[in-house]
T-cell receptor
Framework: AQSVAQPEDQVNVAEGNPLTVKCTYSVSGNPYLFWYVQYPNRGLQFLLKYITGDNLVKGSYGFEAEFNKSQTSFHLKKPSALVSDSALYFCAVNPGAGSYQLTFGKGTKLSVIP | DSGVTQTPKHLITATGQRVTLRCSPRSGDLSVYWYQQSLDQGLQFLIQYYNGEERAKGNILERFSAQQFPDLHSELNLSSLELGDSALYFC?????????????FGPGTRLTVT
């Protein structure tokens, strides 16, 4: 069975500084990996995904994520944080091979301090 | 706006009662997923339907049931409600992009059981 770990419940970063939200996964085979963002009182919004190819994936709102197969990680990054990036971020894994299902991590609350 | 709609937005009910949550997927999406989000359990996959048939089951209680109708909308029925059922319930629908199923989430229904 697949699993996702987001080791930090909360990440605080100053506005303008780079940010990283960590995610590691456990799944057999070649997974598909996703990041979603949830703003207060809203549903989850798709940010980006990794399927295959280039390990650095670019997504919405200036976010990118780096896939590292040897470390089974898929960390979310942004070069310069904005206050409006403050939200709850979820990493998710799909085991691939035609599977419909996503397994989510517990989420990381990102707070960008002005 | 993801194109997935959910009603009602908020629901307050008493223990022991039964409620029905409704979801309309994005136009053309055949799959509907239900998730429960609570503070202590995070985002939990409940059940998936594909074109009217149950496709996958997650951590769904026996007191809960769902169905997908011919017009593809879905309903999640929660019965014999307990205080611990208070949570945000999300519906998502999916579309295959290059063979990978991306899920798009509705705004959620916040259920409060008193």
């Amino acid at each position: 069975a697949q699993s996702v770990a987001q080791p930090e419940d909360q990440v605080n970063v100053a506005e303008g500084n780079p940010l990283t939200v960590k995610c590691t996964y456990s799944v057999s085979g070649n997974p598909y990996l996703f990041w979603y963002v949830q703003y207060p009182n809203r549903g989850l919004q798709f940010l980006l995904k990794y399927i295959t190819g280039d390990n650095l994936v670019k997504g919405s709102y200036g976010f990118e994520a780096e896939f590292n197969k040897s470390q089974t990680s898929f960390h979310l990054k942004k070069p310069s944080a904005l206050v409006s990036d403050s939200a709850l971020y979820f990493c998710a894994v799909n085991p691939g091979a035609g599977s419909y299902q996503l397994t989510f991590g517990k989420g990381t609350k990102l707070s960008v301090i002005p | 706006d993801s194109g997935v709609t959910q009603t009602p937005k908020h629901l307050i009910t008493a223990t022991g009662q039964r409620v029905t949550l409704r979801c309309s997927p994005r136009s053309g999406d055949l799959s509907v997923y239900w998730y429960q989000q609570s503070l202590d359990q995070g985002l939990q996959f409940l059940i998936q339907y594909y074109n009217g048939e149950e496709r996958a089951k997650g951590n769904i209680l026996e007191r809960f049931s769902a169905q997908q109708f011919p017009d593809l909308h879905s309903e999640l029925n929660l019965s014999s409600l307990e205080l611990g059922d208070s949570a945000l319930y999300f519906c998502a629908s999916s579309v295959a992009v290059a063979g990978v199923y991306e899920q798009y989430f509705g705004p959620g229904t916040r259920l409060t059981v008193t």
